[in-house]
């Protein structure tokens, strides 16, 4: 008997509790909290110019002073979750680092180029029949000119000569600075954090949040994101939430989840409402994300996400390709970074083996260069692996060198090797290709040098 009692005790006390989703509202609904960023791009172009802009669905626009696009800044909004009562909360990164659409920027400013050179040409071709008629001027009436009118005329036909030529240098810059890098950076103009209040959010604006980077954490997907106030200030009402506790929980397909989210209302006046949604089916999980089965409805990005123990598990990720939106665990915030130089290596091992799907994980959302390629998507980058793969076989990469430039730009010397079935010939080449990281650990440049 007593045997069967201590059988019974292991048991209950072995298996994981539920909570339930009232209580979990309870304690964590003033933790909840609405981020807004107003943000804009300044870009540095080939010629050393400045120029602001945003970008509203398929619509770029520049602007030449800060004053005129922070009145028509983008606006992004999505979840906060605040885990400690000093204020600091947890967000997407999309909501404080918007991914720019770097092809569509460009696009823009070549079209720009575009039209100022058409000017330009204009111009000149203007010019060059005001030279026209100029000598035929000159010519007509040579013999009844006087000196003076003589020097006038040649004056001025000297300044429009001076002048095309200008226009022709003018044209050529443009010209040649089209298709080139440009720097560029995202400038948060104001981020508005407002918290729970009622059934209502109440303004932190004057708090003054700021992103908060979190260095005793190494993110493997990097899209959670940290603000605090910059300025001391305690919330005696939320819960601090201990990040590292029940990072290792068990979580299965078709479990259970319970999610905090912010609903935009309808109407002519901009309001949002807090929504509790409790008994969320899980699909496709993995170590560092899950994902919501389909048709559960739409959460803002950094929806704080429940398990049914009661414990935080991460927020809510933008939609991918196929529709479906993810968790990305906060799990994820312990995995260790890879060394570029391991990077490198594996990604030449995806390339010896013609794998896309491992190819595509090691750039960066933004390539800003593969080999010619400028702002190529990767789609683009697919379909010219795709072609060179179809006359190629037997590729081979043999790492020669690594060497460290800084801690973003590694040169990669290397012997790659390949039968060509065109020629039907086995070839080789030796060569250094510069790869370039950014600061989350993702190629964004692969070029000869």
């Not at 000093?86 to 079209?111: C, N, Q, V, W």
């Not at 204009?122 to 000196?147: F, P, Q, W």
Request: include cysteine; charged fraction near 30%; charge should be neutral.
């Amino acid at each position: 008997m007593n045997k069967i009692i201590y059988l019974l005790f292991l048991m209950l006390f072995s298996c994981q509790i539920d909570t339930n989703p009232t209580e979990i509202y309870n304690d964590y609904y003033s933790n909840l909290a609405l981020v807004e960023n107003n943000y804009y791009y300044t870009l540095k172009l080939n010629d050393g110019s400045v120029l602001y802009a945003t970008v509203y669905g398929g619509d770029v626009n520049f602007y030449k002073s800060t004053q005129k696009v922070e009145v028509n800044a983008n606006t992004i909004t999505g979840v906060g979750f605040f885990i400690s009562k000093s204020g600091k909360l947890i967000t997407h990164k999309d909501l404080i680092k918007p991914k720019i659409d770097l092809l569509r920027i460009k696009k823009k400013l070549d079209a720009r180029d575009h039209k100022t050179i058409q000017g330009y040409k204009n111009k000149a071709d203007d010019l060059l029949v005001e030279l026209s008629k100029l000598s035929g001027y000159y010519i007509a009436y040579e013999d009844i000119l006087t000196d003076s009118q003589k020097n006038d005329i040649l004056y001025k036909h000297t300044a429009k000569v001076d002048s095309i030529e200008l226009i022709r240098e003018e044209i050529g810059d443009l010209q040649d600075s089209k298709n080139k890098d440009f720097d560029y950076k995202i400038v948060n103009h104001t981020i508005n954090v407002s918290r729970i209040k009622g059934n209502d959010f109440e303004s932190l604006l004057a708090l003054d949040f700021i992103p908060l980077e979190q260095t005793d954490f190494t993110q493997e997907k990097h899209d959670l994101f940290f603000l605090k106030p910059k300025d001391a200030k305690i919330f005696g009402d939320i819960k601090n939430i201990d990040l590292e506790d029940s990072i290792g929980s068990i979580i299965k397909k078709n479990d259970l989840v319970h999610v905090f989210n912010v609903k935009k209302e309808s109407g002519a006046n901009l309001k949002y409402s807090p929504v509790f949604l409790s008994n969320i089916n899980l699909g496709n999980v993995d170590q560092f994300s899950l994902e919501f089965k389909k048709g559960v409805g739409k959460f803002m990005p950094g929806s704080p996400v429940f398990n049914s123990e009661g414990n935080f598990i991460g927020i809510s990720d933008t939609y991918n390709e196929d529709g479906l939106q993810e968790v990305i665990r906060k799990k994820s915030l312990y995995a260790k970074k890879q060394n570029p130089k391991n990077v490198i290596i594996s990604f030449l091992i995806a390339e010896d083996k013609r794998d896309l799907n491992t190819i595509e994980k090691y750039f960066a959302s933004n390539i800003e260069r593969y080999y010619d390629m400028t702002y190529p998507s990767f789609d683009e980058l697919k379909e010219r692996y795709e072609y060179i793969w179809s006359f190629t076989k037997n590729s081979k990469n043999e790492v020669l060198n690594i060497k460290k430039i800084d801690d973003y730009n590694f040169n990669l010397t290397t012997k790659f090797s390949y039968l060509n079935t065109r020629k039907n010939k086995k070839l080789s080449t030796e060569s250094t290709i510069r790869f370039t990281f950014d600061g989350e650990g993702k190629v964004t440049k692969i070029y000869k040098i």
